[in-house]
């Protein structure tokens, strides 16, 4: 018999989360949620103004707000205001024609094990694939710009779904800040200005007025990077050019939401179009080492013009006030627990903003460190730590791969896209390529693992096929193999996304009908 000699631990008591943005908050919830024992604070300086920018989300927001922190679905709506995201709309991606990513793929795929499922999948990959006769139900409420809500025929309203959010940051933010009150978690109004180390090891951060310790330290400071930056932690950086953006909103009347995010791409790099319940949430994302910040804010202003309602300006943008400006670089570090302080949100990484990975991802992240933690009875040992690192590792190689996708089969004629085109990304972003030349559209074949496709989290292999096909790619095994399609699977695909199109036209809900009519505002 043998057995494994266990690192020195120590039970967290408290908490001390540096950095009061939306996923300090959310983090500070999950810990108070899983481990209602252990006393939480949130130091930040609460007097600065929230960020403007608008957040945009995916599909497991609704699960980790709402099952996971049991936040109640009406207040949420009633105070934050959302507006529902049902795809991501690349409405000029590389030259393509529009395709969406919708939150709904899966409605557009028979299961393998169905009866004679590969004509189904032929006669996708042939026509349906960017059909804009042939939406889902995502895609649908993206074409009429309806919401979720919809009417049964009982009368009762009810939700499909299959949708993200996007929201306006300081309703979001204040919403949090109010339910860490409730919960009990403390927030103090206070600007960190020293941290004392020793090695890696925090020991406790001072403003000019106060000093904190804690069991555990979170940071959550952003890019700042307050605490990370005092610990020597090896960085990996993706190599993505992209590394600036510019920000503005622009007023827009409820009737012209577009329940998606909207990108499309410029000559250095690509522009980004939220809707938020209180504006039109407009960005740019671009490479300074290809263009200078005077020629990229004039791209971005003609950008707005095109994009700009009827109840915005003329011309949103005069010069740099006008405007938000970000820098921000691209990869994470690769232990985000080290000693007693865990990295999350910007403090740890990112990757960029294509997919809205950013929110989402570091609210899953820190529900997963709230329930390993209760899981465990609080110990914070290296075996604990390091299952929480292989977890936050795992999650941004899957990230970095969904987006590097988008720029592998990318295409332009600026020295930016020749690069995005050409650059070595990784190999299991490679054997998805071939997998997708060797099986189509069959997820369920039985495949050697040495690449990691079974660590992919948040996205799977059909994500990456469904963002594929509209850019360009071939599935060998379709191009060399001849399928029939009978009439009877076209009927029922006809059936199908007829029906899809018909709910929506005649039951779901426009934004300002659901918020006007349903809610009463």
Known sequence: MSSTRRSTSRKVDDVLVVGGGDVGLL??????????????????????????????????????LHRELGIQERRFIEEVRPIWKASVFFRDWSGNDPFHYPFDVSNAFKVPDWRNSAEHFAYYYERLYNSADHQTRCEQLVSQRKTPWYYQDDGNVKKYPNCAYHLSSRRFNNFLRTLCRERGVSLADDEIVQVDTSGTHIDAVHSNDASYDAD?????????????????????????????????????????????????????????????????????????????????????????????????????????????????????????????????????????????????????????????????????????????????????????????????????????????????????????ATEFDRYGYDWTVERTDEDGLSDLRYFDVTDFFRIMRPMGATSEFYESNSFERSDKLVEEVEQFYREAERQVDKQHLTARQFYESVLNY
């Open 27 to 64: 983090t500070a919830l999950g810990i108070r949620k899983q481990l209602p024992e252990v006393e939480v604070r949130v130091v930040d300086d609460f007097e600065t103004e929230v960020p403007h920018v608008g957040k945009s989300t995916y599909l497991d927001i609704q699960n980790v």
């Open 216 to 432: 555990l330290f979170v940071d959550a400071t952003g890019f700042n990077r307050v605490l990370r930056s005092e610990q020597n932690v090896s960085f990996r950086d993706f190599g993505f050019p992209l590394d600036a953006a510019f920000n503005v909103r622009i007023d827009r009347e409820l009737d012209d939401v577009i329940p998606a995010t909207v990108v499309e791409t410029g000559d250095y790099g690509w522009f980004w179009h939220i809707d938020t319940y209180d504006n039109r949430d407009l960005g740019y994302v671009f490479a300074s080492e290809y263009v200078d910040h005077d020629s990229a804010l004039e791209e971005f202003r003609e950008f707005t013009k095109d994009v700009s309602p009827a109840a915005a300006a003329a011309d949103p943008i005069g010069g740099y006030d006008d405007v938000d400006t970000y820098q921000f670089s691209s990869g994470y570090y690769e232990r985000a627990w080290v000693d007693n302080c865990l990295a999350i949100g910007n403090a740890e990484g990112f990757v960029e903003p294509l997919q809205s990975t950013a929110l989402t991802a570091n609210a899953s992240l820190a529900m997963e460190f709230a329930n390993l933690m209760s899981a465990h009875g609080r110990i914070a040992d290296d075996d604990i730590k390091e299952a929480y690192n292989r977890a936050v590792q795992r999650s941004w190689e899957s990230i970095y791969d969904f987006i590097a996708v988008h720029y592998r089969y990318s295409s332009g004629e600026t020295e930016l896209w020749k690069r995005m085109a050409s650059m070595e990304y990784s190999d299991r972003l490679d054997r998805i």
